[in-house]
């Protein structure tokens, strides 16, 4: 076990819901600030009494939109971790951000609170399709935002979707070239995926756009790798191209199955063997944190043989892969039985990593 540990904090709150998108994300007209700052920090701090003497590594801040949160609300909560684990020396604190001028013009005093590295949803470089995926933004302004990202933050990644209806390989390769001319050290490249329960699964049943066939989006999917392999950005995860040294430490702490805390509405944790989800629906979650003093809904025990599953599959997203012998000593499973479980996973990662679809 690492002696290090990740920190997840869900902020919910969107402008608008993304037709595509079936993240724990809400709309409300109105959010108590100094009410969420409150909960949040409870949230944390019964996390922190269960996992003490570890320290921070990294810290991601998602979403919903996170970006609208008050930067004196990031600042208390990095303030809170620092003080109840510890940071260690290099740690890697994300937000992620719509790139609107009005969340750009917070970018400043996120920076001055301690977050070190943002991720932007441009999502895509052209208005038209801004408009079909439903973004508030357009290009004019997520391109100034993302100038001021790079001049404030250490490190900035930036989100892009495609496989888009009747997209062309012509068209992705010079909409990628584009974003690789930008010079970020990070990208996170995503197939539109047709969520149940979202606005686009029912345009799609209604027969009001057709998504693009899956032979295609495998082409297009080749085509990325191809092109940002050539731009020295390759691979390290299924959707998730870095420059060496650039990998999101956060998230291969996911991907290698070590420690993480996760706090907020709908947060899923895996610390000290355990699996913790948070209430999902905002009201609950500020309704348990007022009753508990957390906002746990659930928390199970994860017995050697899940655990190992899970890391396998998890691990499987990866270019490094997994190591079978070191899984079995970690989980004291035998390294066959993890083969045989091995067969049917690297199956069903292969058909992932095809598709390429965004969850």
């Given amino acids: 076990m690492s002696d290090t540990l990740a920190l997840y904090i869900h902020w919910p709150f969107c402008v608008s ?12 007209d109105s959010v108590g600030q100094v009410e969420w700052r409150q909960a949040l920090l409870a949230d944390m701090g019964y996390e922190a009494r269960l996992t ?3 320290r921070l590594g990294s810290i991601f801040f998602g979403g919903g939109t996170p970006s609208l949160m008050p930067p004196e609300t990031a600042a208390a909560l990095i303030g809170a971790a620092e003080t109840h684990w510890g940071f260690a020396p290099d740690i890697e604190i994300t937000l992620e951000a719509n790139p609107s001028s009005v969340e750009a013009a917070r970018f400043a005093e996120l920076a001055a609170a301690g977050v070190n590295r943002v991720s932007l949803g441009l999502q895509a470089l052209d208005d038209e399709t801004l408009s079909f995926l439903g973004r508030a933004h357009r290009v004019e302004e997520s391109l100034a935002a ?25 068209a992705w390769y010079a909409e990628l070239a584009r974003a690789i001319g930008f010079g970020t050290t990070h990208m996170s490249l995503y197939q539109l995926t047709i969520e149940p329960g979202t606005r686009f699964a029912t345009d799609v049943a209604k027969q009001q756009w057709t998504p693009l066939d ?28 870095a420059a060496p040294g650039q990998e999101s430490r956060h998230n291969l702490t996911y991907w290698r199955y070590q420690d ?13 063997a355990q699996a913790t989800t948070r209430h999902r629906k905002p009201e609950n979650f500020l309704s348990g944190v007022a009753r508990n003093a957390h906002g746990l809904k659930s ?11 899970e890391a396998l599959l998890m691990g499987l997203r990866l270019r490094e892969g997994v190591d079978i012998s070191a899984l079995g000593r970690r989980f004291a499973i035998d390294s066959a039985d993890l083969l045989d479980w091995g067969l049917w996973t690297n199956c069903a990662l292969l058909v992932l990593s095809t598709a390429m679809r965004a969850g």
């Fill in 17 to 28: 819901k993304c037709p595509y998108c079936d993240f724990n994300s809400h709309v409300r």
């Fill in 52 to 54: 003490a003497g570890r």
């Fill in 146 to 170: 993302l100038d001021t990202a790079q001049r404030l933050f250490d490190r900035v990644s930036i989100d892009l979707i495609y496989a888009r209806p009747e997209q062309t390989a012509a």
């Fill in 214 to 241: 899956d032979d295609a989006a495998a082409d297009l999917y080749a085509l990325t790798q191809t092109q940002m392999e050539a731009a020295g950005l390759p691979a390290y995860e299924i959707s998730n191209h």
């Fill in 260 to 272: 993480y805390v996760a706090i907020g509405p709908g947060a899923h944790g895996r610390r000290l």
């Fill in 299 to 309: 928390e199970e025990t994860l017995d050697p043989a899940t655990q190992a599953m």
